[in-house]
């Protein structure tokens, strides 16, 4: 009997011998050469896909920067034209105060100039002359103080020219960066 089980666990041995070579044999891949083939053209497409790739990664690289740098200039520029137009306005306040100032004085002197006449209104026989001269300063000082009001909004006017030459150059900034975003575009 221990022959027997010799024998049957020989032959068993034997089988699973067999079985797992068979199953080994049918592992291994036959040699074709169109799977070899096959196998160089997706190592060829995949080492092309990692070069394009970087390729791609070098040009955003290069947009990125040039896009930076595009920006940082615009916001500088924007800013020294914002920093001019802030001083244009500050300038023209400042000489809109001052006008005001002047036709207060101006004011004043005709006030001063009404009440001198009337004050001397007793001399005026023997002045005969003055009312009229008193007459032609107040129109003289009345014009001079259209003159300075004709200033002041001529001053504001250059101020105003001051600021469309500032947003003209602005205007050109961004015709520039526009024509850089069209070249981004085509890349």
Request: proline content about 2%; charged content about 25%.
């Amino acid at each position: 009997m221990e022959i027997f089980l010799i024998i049957i666990g020989a032959t068993i041995l034997i089988g699973i011998y067999l079985v797992i070579k068979k199953l080994g044999d049918l592992k291994k891949p036959a040699e074709d050469p169109s799977q070899k083939l096959m196998l160089q053209f997706i190592q060829d497409a995949e080492k092309r896909n990692q070069d394009n790739r970087k390729e791609i990664e070098s040009k955003l690289d290069t947009i990125t920067e040039r896009l930076h740098k595009g920006l940082a200039d615009s916001s500088k520029t924007l800013q020294t034209q914002f920093g001019q137009s802030a001083k244009i306005i500050k300038e023209v306040t400042e000489k809109l105060t001052d006008l005001d100032k002047t036709n207060k004085q101006v004011k004043n002197l005709d006030k001063n100039v009404k009440s001198v006449a009337k004050s001397s209104s007793n001399l005026n026989d023997s002045f005969a002359v003055m009312p009229g001269s008193i007459g032609r300063i107040v129109q003289s000082f009345k014009a001079l103080k259209l003159a300075l009001l004709s200033s002041g909004i001529g001053a504001l006017v250059v101020a105003v020219g001051g600021l469309a030459g500032l947003f003209a150059t602005a205007t050109a900034k961004g015709a520039e960066f526009a024509k850089q975003m069209s070249t981004l575009k085509a890349v």
